[in-house]
């Protein structure tokens, strides 16, 4: 089985009809990797909350997903207002949603808890008024593999 | 279908299937931290971003609460990537309870405290 991918994935703004696409895009092709159940949803998980942050605050970004043998790396860069406090970004139902993000059913404060809670590192760095950047690892071992068929 | 008076707007075909365990809630953040596949999801949101949330989630089945129909962009999207969707009359909590008094369970009892990072 040949696990090697890699592709930059770009994001406009504020474009809440294309959510989810890069997500669904990705693990389908993790799928087709043969990748386990629950990689693939953790995964999906963390892109799409990554998908749905660009839009709903950034101005655009670019998701960069490259997968290897060992892990899958996402990083989400964008351009936008940067988060003040990641501290309390980083707390389960802490939110800045405006009401538009909130009418599409996101903005529960559970972004950033939920991606961590589904990667095995997580790094989150953020500049006021320049953008914030996003390295979601999230390994994909062989017992993994195993324990979850 | 009968024991919520619903009617099958997506997916007729896939409807005779075992379902356990079901998630509530209007809040797409909530079902992606807490929704576990092969569940049903009961929600009162109609906009297409349930079905994606629903197919990244391997959700069963969506079953809109409140009488509520989706517009014709989410029925699209839901018959492309193949998740039935049905729709009640009943409120949110009555349709749950239904559910449950017909064994099936939520998919998380209760949110562990360790779940998340508190500071």
Redesign the interface.
Known sequence: MNLEYENSFEIQGGN??E??DI??FI?KKLQNLGVA?EIL?RV??AV??SE?NIISYASKGIIHISISPESVVIDAEDEGPGIENI??A???GYSTATDKIRE????????I??I??CSDKFTITSELNKGTHLTIIINISNNDAEKNR | MDILDAKCLVGRKRLNMEVGTAFSADLLSDVLAFAKAGSLLLTGLTNPQIVRTASILDIAAIILVRGKIAPDETLRMADELDIPMLSTRYILFETSGRLFMHGIKGCVEKVGSDTYVTL
């Open positions: 809440f009809q959510a989810g997500s669904v693990k159940r949803r999906a998980i799409y909350e749905i501290e309390l980083m707390r389960a599409m059913g996101f903005g529960a404060g559970m972004g808890p939920n961590m809670n």
